[in-house]
């Protein structure tokens, strides 16, 4: 299986502010890579597809970027909804594995 | 608007069978989708289970594929799940999802979860 691996694990950071979440695969998935939002007691919600893919509906403060094992979220201009945990998913290789994921604390 | 709802029983006890349904409104599950498995646990974080197409092939992740089925209920539309030889390993919340497949593949619809508990 690709292993996927986030960091930080956790971070704290204010609104308005920009942050940054690393995901790492354990071989190349080219720029597979999808990224989701979870807030506490929902399901995981889809951010970002293909590596750098908008889905519907998502502000434009979320980005993605990346190829191969190194990809990275940002996401500009922090806002109340975006404290949440963060997983990245890649969909190279059956079986779709996920990151450990990130929490976003407010500070 | 497409929505997912998953239903069963909250409690299972080990070694026996957990089975989930995952209720689809707003599209049918005979169009062109995948329909997949997921759950969440503490331990395990979030686990890809397996998915079916709409028609009826599947495919498993290996660490679960001896023990777990998936299967569609087209006239209910309706997705089901089948996990045998359940232990405390599996307690988890399992979500059903629609996967979307464009060459690129991404889960863009989830249900709310339902809680499965293993336990005597």
């Known amino acids: 299986d690709i292993q996927m691996t986030q960091s930080p694990s956790s971070l704290s950071a204010s609104v308005g502010d920009r942050v940054t979440i690393t995901c790492r695969a354990s071989?190349?998935?080219?720029?597979?890579l999808n990224w989701y939002r979870q807030k506490p007691g929902k399901a995981p919600k889809v951010l970002i597809y293909g590596v750098s893919s908008l889905q519907s509906g998502v502000p434009s403060r979320f980005r993605g970027s990346g190829s191969g094992t190194d990809f990275t979220l940002t996401i500009s201009n922090l806002q109340p909804e975006d404290f949440a945990t963060y997983y990245c998913?890649?969909?190279?290789?059956?079986?779709?594995?996920f990151g450990q994921g990130t929490n976003v604390e407010i500070k | 608007q497409v929505q997912l709802q998953e239903s069963g029983p909250g409690l299972v006890k080990p070694s026996g069978t957990l089975s989930l349904t995952c209720d689809v409104s707003g599209v049918s599950i005979s169009s062109s989708s995948w329909w997949s498995w997921v759950r969440q646990s503490p331990g395990k974080g979030l686990e890809w289970i397996g998915r079916?197409?709409?028609?009826?092939?599947?495919t498993y992740n290996p660490s679960l594929k001896s023990r777990v089925t998936i299967s569609l209920d087209k006239s209910k539309n309706q997705v089901s799940l089948r996990l045998i030889f359940v232990d405390a390993a599996d307690t988890a919340v399992y979500y059903c999802?629609?996967?979307?497949?464009?060459?690129?593949?991404?889960?863009?619809?989830w249900g709310q979860g339902s809680l499965v508990t293993v336990s005597s």
């Open positions: 079916i197409y709409h028609s009826g092939s599947s």
């Open positions: 998913q890649q969909s190279h290789t059956i079986p779709w594995t």
């Open positions: 071989q190349s998935i080219s720029t597979y």
């Open positions: 999802a629609r996967e979307v497949d464009t060459g690129y593949n991404w889960f863009d619809t």
